[in-house]
C-alpha cells in the first residue's frame, strides 16, 4: 500500500510540473513595423485645413493633434519618424476661423418654430483671435505639420501669403511662417514651400492639397471665389504648381505620398437638405399653386422641390430644384421653416449648385486629380486615393462594428462644420495615405485604430 | 461491425465534404474519467455521468451512484488586429463547469435505472480588456446553462439498454458592449442586456456490448430552444441622447444545439480500455443572434445579427490503463472542426479548428470511494474579417481545464 500510495505521489507531481510547462496565456507575436524605401529623418506633411486638423469651423489645438497630418505621424512615429511639432493654438477648445468665431460645439438651439434640438452652436463668444496675431514660429523645432487652412495648391509658391499687409495675406500661414515679424515693406515674405525647405529639406512628404483650389468656390454656390484654373504659371494655374512642387521634391530625392482630391460635393455641408424637403399640406400646397401656376409649376400635398433663382429658367428666373442638385448648409434655416423661404421666395444662388454649377465642379476635380495621378506616378510618388475613402464614407461602412456615414453629426467621421473631418474621420482618412505608403514604398506600416480618435460630443 | 466502419467512413467522408471547421460554446466537461480519455466515453459506462453521456450505457453499470465534480476553466484570448498590429487580450474570469449526478437501481443487476443529472453542456463568459477595439462589438458575454435530467434507463436484453431524460435547461445571459456615441468628457455609451432564459429538450440513449471486449453507444442529445423573455435592456448614453436609448425589455433565443454521438469502447483486458467517440453537433440551429427590443426608437432598433453557424463533427479518442487495481491513468485527445464559417467570426465565440490533449487520474480511496481527476488543453488560432463588424486578425485562445470529481457507489 505505501508504494502504491508514492506512485501515486509521482503521478500528481508529474502531471501538475506538465502544467506548470504549458502557458496559459498566448503569446503576443505582433508583426515587424518596417520602413521600407522612405526616410523619416525629417517628415513634412503639407495640406490644407485637414492636414493643419481644421475642424468645428475653427483651428484650434485638440484639433491640430487630431489631425491629419499629426495621426500619420503618429503612425510613421512606429517606424522612426520625429517628433511632432505643430504651430499650436494657445487654448485647447476655443479656436477661430478667419472670421475669428470660436469653434463649433453641438448645443441646444431654439428654432423659429419654438422647437429644441441638438445644432452646432459656436463654443465661445469670440475666437482665440490672440494666437492669429502672435507667432507659433520657433527655429528649433522645426513644424513637421504644415498644413495651412485655406491654402491652395497654388499657394504654395506665394510670397504674399503670408504678408500680413496684402489682402491675400493668411493669417493661419503668417503665425506659422519663419518672418511673420518683417516689417512692413521689406518685402521678403517667405513662401510656404520656402519654408517647408528652410533649414534643410524633408526626407518624407504627404502632399493633400487641392480641396481649397475648389471648395470657396462651391461653398459660394458658384457665384465667387472661381476655382483655380488648372494651366497657367506656378502660383496660377494648377498643374504648374504641382509640378514645381513635386519636381523640387524629386530634385532633393525627397519621398512622399500624394493624396487625390475627393468629390467635396459628397460632404454633408452640401448633401444635408435634401432638394425636395418642401413638405406642403393641402393649404400651403394651394396657395403656392396660385403664386406659381401662372408659371406652369404645381405643388402637391407631401414632399416638393424647393424653389431657387435660376437666371436661365425662363423669363422669372424661378424654378424647382431638379433632383441631384444641391441646397448649402449655410442656407438661412429659420428662414426657409417659418419665412417661406424656399417656396414663396426663391432660394437664392449662393445657397445652391445646380446641376449645370457641380458638372463644372466635378469637372474640375476630374482634370485635377488626373493631373495629380499623372506626376505622382511620373516622380513615383505614392497616390492615396482620398476620393475612393470619402465615396465610401458617403456610402456608409462598419468600422470594427461603428457605422460610419457622411450624414451630419451623426455619421461620426465629419467634424460640425459638415466639410473637415473630425479626429476619428482624420484618422481613417491617414489609413488611406498609410496604405498608398506601404504599397508603393513596401513598409509595413501600421494603420492608425481610428476607434482611438474621438468623434462628435453630445451633451 | 463492417456497417459500422462503412458508416465511420461516410461521416468522414461528410466532413472533407463540407470543408467543416469545433465547438462554439459548447463545454464538454461532465465526466472526469471522460474528460481524461480526450471527452470521450458514450460507450463505456462509468459512474453516475453516464446519465448524460449514454443514458442506455447506466443499467450496463452494478451500483448505485453519486458524483459530484467540477472542472475550472481558465481561458484566455488575445485578439491581433491585423491592420493596427495592436493586440487586445480577454480577462475573463475563470469558468466553472459542474456536474451533479445521482443514479439508482431500482431491479437487481441494474436492469431499471432512475437518476438525476444536473450539469453544464453550454455556456461562456467572456470579457475582453478595457477600450479594446472591439469594444463596440462586445465588451462582455457570459452565458450560462444549467441542465437539469431526470433520467430512466433500460436493459432490454442482455446486452442493449436503452435510455433517456427529460431536460429542463434553465439559463442567464448578459451581454454587453460599448455604444459609440459620446459624452463631452468623451466617455462612450454602454449597453448590457441581461435576462433568464428556460428551454427544454431530451437526451436518449442506447448502448449495445457484441462482444465482452467491444460497446458501441449510440445517443442523441436534442437542441434546446433557449427561450428569453423580459430580458432587461440598460443603456448609458450622453443626457441628449438618453430619450434614444430607453431601458426597455426585450425578448431573444439563443439556441443549444444537438448532439448525437456514436461510441466504441474496447476493453482486451481488464485493465486497458480504448474509447472513441464521433459527435455531431448540430449548430446550424444558430444562424441568427437576434434581439427585439418593447420600445424602439430610430437609435434602438431591433438587431438581427448573422452567425451562419454550421453543423460540425469532432472526433475523440482517449485510453486508459490500471497499473495497479486502485489507480487508473488516462490519456486522450481530440480533433474538432468549427461550426463558426469564414466571416462569421465574432469575440463572443472566437472559435477555429480545435485540437485538444488531455489527460487524467483516477483513484479509488475505498470500495465506495473514488476521487478522479483530469486535465485539459488546447489552443485554438482563428483569423477572420467579420462580415458585419469588419473586425479583422487573429484570434488565440488557449483553454486550460483542470476538474476533480469524488464519487461515492454502493
Known amino acids: 500500500m505505501v508504494k502504491y500510495t508514492s506512485f501515486f505521489k509521482k503521478t500528481v507531481f508529474v502531471c501538475l510540473f506538465g502544467i506548470t510547462l504549458i502557458s496559459c496565456k498566448p503569446k503576443e507575436k505582433l508583426l515587424p513595423n518596417t520602413l521600407g524605401e522612405i526616410n523619416l529623418q525629417q517628415f513634412v506633411a503639407i ?269 422669372f428666373g424661378v424654378r424647382p430644384m431638379v433632383e441631384g442638385e444641391l441646397i448649402l448648409l449655410s442656407v438661412p434655416l429659420d428662414s426657409m421653416k417659418c419665412h417661406q423661404y424656399g417656396s414663396v421666395y426663391p432660394l437664392r444662388d449662393e445657397f445652391v449648385l445646380t446641376i449645370a454649377e457641380l458638372q463644372e465642379i466635378r469637372n474640375q476635380l476630374l482634370a485635377y486629380n488626373q493631373v495629380i495621378r499623372q506626376y505622382s506616378n511620373f516622380y513615383g510618388f505614392a497616390i492615396a486615393e482620398t476620393a475612393d475613402f470619402y465615396a465610401n464614407l458617403y456610402d456608409g461602412f462598419v468600422y470594427n462594428g461603428v457605422t460610419m456615414s457622411s450624414k451630419f453629426v451623426s455619421g461620426g467621421a465629419y467634424s460640425l462644420d459638415g466639410i473637415h473631418l473630425n479626429p476619428r474621420g482624420n484618422a481613417l482618412l491617414a489609413n488611406i495615405f498609410i496604405t498608398a505608403i506601404n504599397k508603393t514604398y513596401k513598409s509595413t506600416i501600421p494603420l492608425a485604430n481610428a476607434l482611438f480618435y474621438s468623434s462628435t460630443y453630445f451633451p | 461491425m463492417k456497417r459500422i466502419y462503412l458508416g465511420a467512413l461516410f461521416l468522414l467522408h461528410f466532413v472533407c465534404d463540407n470543408h467543416g471547421f469545433s465547438q462554439g460554446f459548447q463545454v464538454n466537461f461532465q465526466g472526469q474519467r471522460q474528460q481524461g480519455m480526450g471527452l470521450a466515453g ?99 458575454l457570459e452565458l450560462k446553462a444549467i441542465f437539469i435530467q431526470p433520467t430512466f434507463a433500460y436493459r432490454i436484453a442482455d446486452h442493449i439498454g436503452i435510455g433517456g431524460g427529460f431536460v429542463i435547461s434553465s439559463g442567464n445571459v448578459n451581454l454587453q458592449k460599448d455604444i459609440p456615441v459620446q459624452d463631452t468628457n468623451g466617455v462612450y455609451g454602454h449597453a448590457e442586456l441581461a435576462g433568464k432564459a428556460i428551454g427544454f429538450g431530451y437526451n436518449i440513449g442506447i448502448h449495445f456490448t457484441p462482444s465482452k471486449q467491444l460497446s458501441i453507444g449510440l445517443t442523441y442529445r436534442s437542441k434546446v430552444a433557449m427561450n428569453l423573455r423580459d430580458g432587461e435592456a440598460t443603456f448609458t448614453a450622453p443626457s441628449s441622447l438618453e430619450d434614444k436609448f430607453p431601458a426597455t425589455s426585450f425578448t431573444g433565443r439563443l439556441p443549444l444545439p444537438s448532439v448525437t454521438t456514436l461510441g466504441f469502447s474496447y476493453h482486451p483486458c481488464s485493465a486497458f480500455t480504448v474509447v472513441l467517440d464521433i459527435n455531431r453537433v448540430g449548430w446550424k440551429v444558430y444562424d441568427t443572434l437576434a434581439f427585439d427590443y418593447a420600445t424602439n426608437t430610430s437609435s434602438l432598433l431591433d438587431t438581427k445579427s448573422p452567425r451562419m453557424y454550421k453543423n460540425i463533427l469532432a472526433f475523440r479518442l482517449g485510453m486508459e490503463v490500471k497499473p495497479i487495481k486502485n489507480l487508473a491513468l488516462r490519456i486522450g485527445g481530440g480533433y474538432g472542426f468549427s461550426p463558426v464559417q469564414s466571416g462569421y467570426v465574432t469575440p463572443e465565440t472566437p472559435d477555429g479548428i480545435r485540437i485538444y490533449g488531455t489527460f487524467g487520474v483516477g483513484y479509488e480511496l475505498s470500495q465506495k470511494i473514488r476521487v478522479d481527476a483530469s486535465v485539459y488543453y488546447t489552443k485554438i488560432k482563428r483569423s477572420d474579417t467579420n462580415l458585419e463588424t469588419n473586425m479583422s486578425g487573429t484570434y488565440t485562445t488557449i483553454a486550460l481545464a483542470t476538474g476533480l470529481s469524488i464519487s461515492y457507489k454502493w
Open chain 1, 47 to 315: 495640406g490644407d485645413g485637414n492636414t493643419a486638423g481644421y475642424m468645428d469651423d475653427a483651428l484650434y489645438l485638440y484639433g491640430q493633434q487630431n489631425s491629419l497630418g499629426a495621426i500619420l505621424q503618429t503612425q510613421l512615429q512606429l517606424v522612426g519618424a520625429g517628433e511632432i511639432y505643430l504651430p499650436l493654438m494657445g487654448s485647447a477648445n476655443i479656436g477661430t476661423n478667419s472670421s475669428f468665431l470660436s469653434k463649433l460645439i453641438l448645443g441646444w438651439k431654439t428654432d423659429c418654430l419654438g422647437g429644441i434640438g441638438l445644432s452646432p452652436v459656436r463654443f465661445a463668444q469670440q475666437g482665440e483671435v490672440a494666437s492669429l496675431t502672435s507667432s507659433a514660429y520657433s527655429p528649433q523645432n522645426k513644424f513637421t505639420n504644415f498644413g495651412v487652412p485655406g491654402l491652395r495648391m497654388i499657394d504654395m509658391v506665394s510670397t504674399a501669403f503670408g504678408n500680413i499687409n496684402l489682402p491675400q495675406h493668411n493669417a493661419f500661414f503668417a503665425r506659422m511662417s519663419k518672418d511673420q515679424f518683417n516689417l512692413p515693406g521689406s518685402g521678403n515674405y517667405l513662401s510656404v514651400q520656402e519654408n517647408i525647405f528652410d533649414g534643410g529639406y524633408p526626407t518624407f512628404c504627404s502632399i493633400y492639397l487641392g480641396i481649397e483650389d475648389v471648395l470657396p468656390y462651391a461653398r459660394s454656390g458658384a457665384t465667387q471665389n472661381p476655382m483655380s484654373p488648372l494651366a497657367g504659371f506656378p502660383g496660377v494655374g494648377f498643374e504648374e504648381s504641382l509640378t514645381q512642387l513635386c519636381g523640387q521634391l524629386y530634385s532633393q530625392n525627397i519621398k512622399a505620398v500624394v493624396g487625390t482630391i475627393p468629390d467635396i460635393t459628397k460632404m454633408p455641408y452640401f448633401t444635408t437638405i435634401p432638394y425636395n424637403g418642401l413638405n406642403l399640406d393641402a393649404e400651403k400646397a394651394a396657395s403656392l399653386n396660385q403664386i406659381y401656376g401662372p408659371l406652369g409649376f404645381s405643388f402637391t400635398v407631401g414632399s416638393n422641390s424647393f424653389m431657387i433663382e435660376d437666371p436661365t429658367a425662363g423669363a
Open chain 2, 42 to 140: 458514450v460507450a463505456a459506462p462509468f459512474d453516475g455521468s453516464s446519465l448524460f453521456f449514454n443514458p442506455g450505457s447506466s443499467v450496463f453499470l452494478n451500483q448505485n451512484s453519486i458524483v459530484g465534480g467540477v472542472t475550472p476553466v481558465f481561458g484566455n484570448v488575445l485578439f491581433l488586429d491585423s491592420a493596427t498590429n495592436a493586440s487586445y487580450r480577454s480577462n475573463s474570469p475563470v469558468g466553472t463547469p459542474f456536474s451533479f449526478y445521482a443514479m439508482f437501481q431500482l431491479k437487481p443487476a441494474g436492469k431499471l435505472k432512475v437518476g438525476l443529472s444536473v450539469n453544464t453542456p453550454f455556456g461562456s463568459t467572456v470579457q475582453y480588456e478595457d477600450n479594446w477595439i472591439g469594444r463596440f462589438a462586445l465588451t462582455r
